[in-house]
């Protein structure tokens, strides 16, 4: 009876294994969970706990999640008894990948994923960067669209939807000659236009096209090479993180929506009293409803996220270079120079950001600048103790004492040898620090005292629905939706990234 169970227990081991192995698997299994998850949101969005109303929509969109994630478990269970039975997937099932495609129908962004896998057997992760640039720029098309069902429309909007679909095409034909041109990391001559072009499409936000462009130049510059490259295997290993890849693809997503709105979008709609549609209900036209001047409260969020994201970046890259430069320095020199930058820093750090923050905004008077000093302050002790502690490690390195023995200064062996074998930590630090600049300056503009009431901030939509939770609960609830999925997506793509630069975890 014991050796029985215990072969039972050996060969489930040894299915869990095989199954793990098996990309396509562990990506459709996700996708199937998510798609799940999905339908139960739709579900609870359909319908209004609070007036009783039924919201018709919703509960399409959950329909139709719930019917394509019982497709994917059906898909799910076929795969996993190929794997068992024969460790290979057959043709068929592969082709089964055009029938999730179809699933992009409904925004279901997670089944293309899962389609594109079963699709191609070996994939290069060019192909999959290309794969998620066209997710990423259907989703901003699809979400852009909305503005169709509005009165009018911004003056530049066909020019902007031209655009997007244009760089749909280019990508489609782009995985296209991914596929004839790239054989086992050998790329032909042909795909560097490819490569450029690429790069230059990434001035639209889509940070999937620009990684795609220089993993198809730096794989024609280095092959033939038996080597790795660092930053190509960190990729390699970032895109193994199935939460990690979902958090780049809502933080590209959301940075390409709010570089393509100034196209797509008309701002006067997000900023313009318009007493005539005053705390309209959720619809087409008003896809959020609006507030209580009229405001679509869509189109806030939309411009919203340009400043979250435009104030996230300086507050994070600002303390970083002030904070990296101090750090660097207290760690390099004597442990005088040391004690007397880190006891200052000590100082600051031990006053608490928030306070620091409504000091200096209390002081100098609240708008976007003084939010950015403020929020900046406070976050380079942070900074300096990260790069502190790296470079003690460094300092007595061999690089370092040759580069003392031929004759460096001190600073050009700081900026040139010591800081950039010191970025991995500081690249997860400023990552994960978005996501907490993000959170900080919608409280701070929930409070009023973050930018200009007037401008569509998250944190002061935040503050306008919260005075009609009983009443309009959605005009809070979509705002604090954003806030949270924004700071949860930079912090799963900070995990990832710290996993991936993990040397241990290689």
């Known amino acids: 009876m014991d050796e029985k169970k215990k072969k039972k227990e050996y060969q489930k081991k040894l299915n869990s294994k095989k199954l793990k192995k098996s990309q396509e698997y562990k990506t459709l299994s996700f996708t199937t969970g998510i798609s799940l998850v999905f339908a139960l949101l739709f579900a609870f969005f359909g319908y209004s706990f609070i007036t009783g109303e039924v919201h018709t929509v919703p509960l399409l969109l959950a329909a139709a999640f719930l019917?394509?994630?019982?497709?994917?478990?059906?898909?799910?269970?076929?795969?996993?008894?190929?794997?068992?039975?024969?460790?290979?997937?057959?043709?068929?099932?592969?082709?089964?990948?055009?029938?999730?495609?179809?699933?992009?129908?409904?925004?279901?962004?997670?089944?293309?994923?899962?389609?594109?896998?079963?699709?191609?057997?070996?994939?290069?992760?060019?192909?999959?960067?290309?794969?998620?640039?066209?997710?990423?720029?259907?989703?901003?098309?699809?979400?852009?669209?909305?503005?169709?069902?509005?009165?009018?429309?911004?003056?530049?909007?066909?020019?902007?939807?031209?655009?997007?679909?244009?760089?749909?095409?280019?990508?489609?034909?782009a995985l296209l000659f991914i596929h004839l041109w790239e054989r086992e990391g050998a790329v032909d001559k042909k795909l560097l236009p490819v490569g450029v072009l690429l790069i230059l499409s990434a001035a639209s936000g889509n940070i999937f096209a620009l990684v795609a462009g220089l993993l198809i130049l730096s794989h024609y510059r280095h092959q033939g090479q038996d080597r790795s490259i660092d930053w190509i295997d960190i990729f390699d290993r970032l895109f193994r993180n199935n939460m990690a890849v979902i958090g780049m693809l809502v933080v590209t997503f959301l940075l390409s929506l709010s570089i393509t709105s100034a196209l797509t979008f008309d701002y006067g709609v997000a900023v313009d009293n318009n007493y005539s549609a005053i705390l309209q209900p959720i619809s087409l036209e008003y896809p959020f409803g609006t507030d209580n001047y009229g405001r679509c409260v869509f189109t806030r969020i939309v411009f919203g996220a340009r400043i979250s994201l435009v104030v996230g970046m300086c507050v994070t890259i600002l303390p970083m270079v002030i904070g990296g430069i101090l750090g660097a320095a207290a760690g390099y020199y004597s442990k005088r120079t040391d004690n007397i930058i880190m006891r200052l820093l000590d100082v600051l750090y031990a006053i608490p950001d928030i306070l620091l923050a409504v000091a200096i905004i209390a002081a100098f008077g609240a708008n976007l600048v003084n939010l950015v000093i403020a929020l900046s302050v406070s976050s380079i002790a942070v900074y300096a103790r990260t790069v502190r502690a790296t470079v003690l490690g460094l300092a007595n390195s061999e690089f370092v004492e040759a580069a003392r023995s031929c004759g460096a200064r001190d600073w050009n062996i700081i900026f040139r040898h010591i800081i950039p074998n010191s970025m991995a930590p500081i690249i997860v630090r400023m990552t994960m620090g978005i996501g907490t600049a993000v959170l900080s300056t919608s409280s701070l503009s929930y409070l009023g005292l973050g930018v200009e009431p007037h401008i569509p901030e998250w944190g002061n939509i935040l503050k306008i629905g919260s005075q009609y939770l009983e009443t309009n609960p959605y005009l809070a609830i979509f705002p604090g939706l954003a806030i949270i999925i924004l700071v949860l997506a930079f912090n799963f793509f900070g995990d990832g990234l710290r996993d991936a630069l993990d040397p241990k975890l290689k």
Do not use: D, P
Not at 110 to 135: C, D, H, N, P, Q
């Open 67 to 173: 019917a394509e994630g019982l497709i994917q478990a059906f898909l799910l269970y076929r795969l996993r008894i190929q794997l068992l039975k024969t460790n290979t997937i057959s043709r068929a099932m592969r082709m089964s990948g055009i029938l999730l495609l179809a699933f992009l129908a409904t925004g279901n962004i997670f089944a293309v994923v899962s389609g594109f896998t079963l699709l191609k057997k070996s994939r290069t992760l060019e192909y999959t960067m290309t794969i998620y640039a066209i997710i990423t720029t259907i989703l901003v098309m699809i979400v852009s669209a909305l503005n169709l069902f509005k009165e009018y429309v911004a003056n530049s909007f066909m020019l902007g939807m031209a655009l997007l679909a244009g760089m749909v095409v280019f990508y489609l034909l």
